[in-house]
């Protein structure tokens, strides 16, 4: 799904007060971080993701793997934050999906 420039906004700001629910540490990106986020992703639809201090992983890169292999849109990168959504498939957990496609 392509996002809009507003869809965006919408998305940053619903986040914005939101805490990080996955932390990418030492260990980086692995296939369990992976299987994490993609089942946040299923039931909340959009997710803030921290990379520690310690981890060696760039958020650019990342936000990249995440958008190949989780088939999300980053909505925004801003330090070491991300921001990423992905419309769920039930439909008992789409809140923002149905707000976003009213935009």
Known sequence: MELTGKQKR???SEAHHM???VQIGKN???ETLLDQVDELLERRELIKVTLLQNTDEEAKEVAEI???TLHCD???????ILVCFRPSSKEKYQTF???VRSI
């Open 10 to 12: 919408f998305l940053r």
């Open 74 to 80: 980053v909505v925004q990168i801003i330090g070491r």
């Open 66 to 68: 995440f958008e190949t």
């Open 19 to 21: 805490n990080p629910l």
């Open 28 to 30: 980086g990106i692995s």
């Open 97 to 99: 999906s149905t707000k």
